[in-house]
């Protein structure tokens, strides 16, 4: 369906072949310079290889700070070329009449490129783990009669340098690169080592007629292991890198959305490939990156590296954890989350407070408990930021005091909500509110984080009494009980209001904003009639000729607060699955990229990654996404590698399988379509099998449970 290419199986994994001819037209990114190339995001738990439609790359690594070890502006590299004297017979890269075929794989991408005398494949990859490097195989094949001697170059531009920290307004040329780490390039009897500039490696061939030749190349960080580098091992690594791929990968199967089958093991690769080894804090940060990080220079919001991680308690358990703690380790000693990190990992709340930061920590870290028993994951020690020259605490500690902070530096309003702050899950909820900026900093409340908190608390609850914390699980229940009165007093007749202002002032009394109402459903604040009518009417007001799935606000908005936000439309999902299956497959179905390919197959955004919303269709660009043009921010500046553009498909997935922790500190598991994992198998019919660490419970959609200790098993549903 995408004007850009097709999806393939290759080798076992999902690919997508890029349709050859001449290049798409200018890609409008607003406030940036139009063009032509595009890029997707591939990786490993260290590097991001930012591979693009001209078969160049650039590579960016955010141990230490947001950098980029060479930057794909205002063009890429990683070239190999094959020429005889001075002359250049073909290269791996669009240009000069050469028209290359190339496949995006989940962690590679590969280029084919043939003349009348040469054909010359690269395959460029990340391996598999933490290396700071990228593995490179250049296959040339002789394809004329006559024995020849050919000279193989590879070349990388270094143009390394660290974002300034809200890099905004037009990109211009005035960046400059400087300094660095050293970088090495280094091939069969050649390295080349600098900060910056041209690294360049010669290989010399002599074919046979006919004759084909490998040659294996190493790029990346000049400290890496040796064997990192080792051309003589690079095929060898790239193929058990592949397998081990495979493995980890989860498949996924349901007659309801056939891409699935495809789009999960992609998205889940994609989401791992947004990971960087931390530096700094420790453990893994997995921030939003497309314009946030890559852009404009900044790590944030704190609450979503969290989000990310939550289907990575089912896939890959320990990176969740990993980024658990890595995001606990923003908070200072009181237990507040910084709003963002910046350019340089330091903690930044001259942005925004949002009041919903903890819950996602309390959520991710109940999720990952109840899924993997591992209990003492949670009394291992763990950090504050540097700054706070503050000791470790155990990681439950942590948790109890974000718990706090929620409860008593947040807190609630006059009318018992929790309070808005500058922000809540929305940053321009204030300016959208239409009351007066400071009256609402000061006495707004947010029914969204009432609801939010409803759900959250009691599954908090059921980790702090296994954490053996009863006090706060008590706590924890009565304040959640408290917000879910308060959420169910605030329907109005057709839906839940957004938030409340001083002096009696509500906002969402006569418009409707959709981030509450899926909460307000979760938490039992919405009977079954109110869910059921309550889903009507956001399906007759907000999902109607969208083809991208529910808009965030109605009456429509033609900017990004009435476009289709990923993060929103995955709790849609999980709560219209409870009460109406069909509408939530449905859901889920408009959010794939296939749908998107369908009804924009000329846009790139939404063909293999995206951003965090689009536009919706009565906007000028609709299916791109949003502009802040006045402050000079610019989600299409980077439409592309938003972590929940990958996060959300998958989490929304699970959650139509049934598969959520429960207040009592159990996994609940489902039916209805097929998911695997290393650790999670939740079959159509309702049986399936969890892989843990530690004690764990299953409590099936019809109320059996099962027990064990490191593994579960359990039937199928009782007539299915």
Known sequence: ??????????????????????????????????????????????????????????????????????????????????????????????????????????????????????????????????????????????????????????????????????????????????????LRLQGPGGVAEGTQGLLRVEVPLGLGPGGRESVQFGFGLAGATSDAFA??????????????????????????APQAAHEIPWHAALLTGGVCADGVLGGHTLDQGSAYSYRHGFNGAARDPLQHALPLVHTEPDLALSVLRNTCAWASPEGELPYALDNVKQPRTDLFQPSDQNLWTLWLAAEYAAATGDLAAFEAPAGFHPVHEAAEVPLREHLRLQFRYFKDVVGVGEHGHVRIRNA????????????????????????????????????????????????????????????????????????????????????????????????????????????????????????????????????????????????????????????DPGLAWDEWRRMSLAAHGEAYPDLWEGTLSGPDAYLPPEAERPGQTWVLQDLGVAMQSWPVANMHSHAQPLFAYLRLLGVEPAPDGRLMAGSGAYFSSRFLTVRADGSGQLRAGGPVGVTTRDGRRYDGDGEVVWEPSRGG
């Open 1 to 182: 369906m995408s004007g850009y290419g097709r999806w393939i199986d290759d080798a076992g994994l999902p690919a997508f072949a890029l349709r050859t001819g001449p290049p798409p037209p200018a890609w409008n990114r607003v406030i940036d310079p139009p063009t032509r190339r595009r890029w997707v995001h591939l990786g490993n738990r260290r590097l991001t290889l930012v591979a693009d439609t001209d078969g160049r790359c650039g590579v960016w690594d955010e141990h230490k700070d947001l950098r980029w070890l060479t930057e794909p502006e205002p063009r890429g590299t990683g070239v190999s070329q094959v020429g005889q004297g001075a002359e250049v017979l073909l290269s791996s890269a669009r240009g000069h009449g050469n028209d290359p075929a190339i496949v995006f794989g989940p962690t590679y991408v590969r280029v084919s490129s043939e003349c009348a005398e040469l054909s010359l494949e690269r395959t460029v990859s990340v391996p598999e783990g933490e290396d700071p490097v990228v593995l490179v195989e250049v296959t040339v094949t002789n394809k004329t009669s006559q024995a020849v001697g050919w000279t193989l170059v590879e070349e990388w531009d270094v143009r390394q340098r660290v974002l300034d920290y809200l890099e905004i307004g037009a990109r211009t040329q005035r960046v400059s690169y400087e300094g660095g780490e050293l």
């Open 231 to 256: 051309s003589d091992d690079a095929h060898t690594r790239r193929s058990e890198g592949l397998d081990a791929l495979r493995r980890r990968l989860p498949e996924a199967a349901a007659d309801q």
């Open 424 to 579: 809540d899950w929305n940053d321009l909820a204030l300016d959208e509110a239409g009351i007066d900026r400071q009256a609402m900093i000061e006495r707004g409340e947010s029914v969204l984080n009432s609801a939010m908190a409803a759900w959250v608390l009691p599954v908090y609850a059921g980790l702090a009494e296994r954490l053996g914390d009863d006090a706060t699980a008590t706590e924890a229940r009565a304040y959640a009980e408290e917000l879910r009165v308060r959420v169910a007093g605030e329907w109005n007749g057709r839906w839940f209001r957004r938030a409340l202002g001083p002096g009696g002032a509500r906002v969402g009394e006569d418009d409707l904003w959709l981030e509450v109402q899926p909460w307000a459903i979760l938490c039992g604040a919405a009977t079954e009639d109110r869910s059921r009518q309550l889903l009507c009417t956001i399906d007759e007001l907000l999902r109607k000729d969208s083809p991208l799935g529910a808009r965030l606000h109605w009456p429509p908005k033609t900017d990004g607060m009435g476009g289709t936000w990923y993060a929103i439309n995955a709790t849609l999902i999980w709560a219209a699955a409870r009460v």
